[in-house]
């Protein structure tokens, strides 16, 4: 099995050339099934992970975090980015502890959002202070572990929202992250617009409502990686309420017709159990 250094070797060596998708698993059982499909890295979604818990988005405790982040890790031999929301405070000071925390569950990147729960869009400078903060938690730490630095505008209605992206992308780039990620950019227009201005650092770019636009596509815009965020647990969710509201409304069973085999998920994870 690789060692954390291999895996943040691996990680990093994706960022250089081509262009990958990195599925959102949020539990064990996903990133081992994703695995299986030969994707070459996995990153976490704290949306898909707080549902799972019975929380909302942003909810989860950041020990629990941290424990999960562990677990996520110990279960594959991918490298796992971890989605760790604002780093779980708002100063930089305390960004730089918390980041100093994740690191050490052995992921092989994180990303650090610009917003918080309470603040769509945290001040400009103070977002640009707290990259540079969790650059140097991480170079402390050994500096081998990928930074992503996100800006949410696009999410947030702001009234311009490719050129305030480019506008903080390129500060957090110059602060020292590793690859930049402004969800919601989704227009061929936007995204190349943004791989254009924080070149040559790498871009991800989140796969919801990009139309008719698939990898080959966002490959031949310079975009390097593609991720999911919380849609494969949407789409989780969306079977289980499906087939739960059935049996609550009408009685009857027909939406299990869809149902995994229980036979090749045993296979599969009994698979994983003869590992050495």
């Known amino acids: ?77 991918l490298p796992v980015n971890a989605d760790f929301l604002d780093g779980y405070a708002v100063e930089p000071a305390g960004v730089a502890v918390n980041v100093a925390r994740c690191v050490a569950t052995g992921v092989a990147g994180l990303s650090i959002e610009d917003s918080t729960r309470d603040t769509p869009t945290l001040e400009f400078q103070l977002a640009v202070d707290r990259i540079r903060a969790a650059r140097s938690a991480i170079d402390a730490a050994g500096g081998d572990t990928l930074l992503v630095a996100r800006s949410e505008v696009f999410l947030q209605n702001h009234p311009r929202p490719l050129e305030e992206a480019i506008r903080r992308l390129v500060a957090f780039a110059e602060a020292g992250a590793d690859c930049l990620y402004a969800p919601g950019a989704s227009t061929r227009e936007d995204i190349a617009a943004i791989v254009a201005a924080v070149a040559p650092k790498p871009v991800n770019v989140l796969a919801r409502n990009l139309g008719d636009l698939g990898m080959r596509d966002l490959a031949a815009l310079g975009v390097r990686r593609v991720s999911v965020g919380g849609l494969l647990a949407r789409m989780a969710w969306s079977g289980f309420q499906r087939a739960a509201r059935e049996l609550a409304e009408a009685g009857t069973f027909t939406a299990f017709s869809d149902a995994a085999p229980g036979a090749a998920l045993d296979a599969l994870f009994t698979s994983r159990g003869r590992r050495p």
């Open 1 to 77: 099995m690789p060692t954390v250094a291999d895996k943040r070797r691996t990680f990093h060596a994706l960022h250089e050339r081509g262009c990958f998708l990195i599925p959102n698993p949020w539990d064990i059982g996903g990133a081992v099934y994703l695995q299986s499909l030969g994707f070459k890295a996995l990153a976490t979604t704290s949306s898909g992970m707080a549902w799972s818990l019975g929380h909302a988005d942003g909810e989860v405790p950041l020990a629990v975090m941290l424990d999960h982040l562990t677990a996520m890790v110990a279960a594959t031999d």
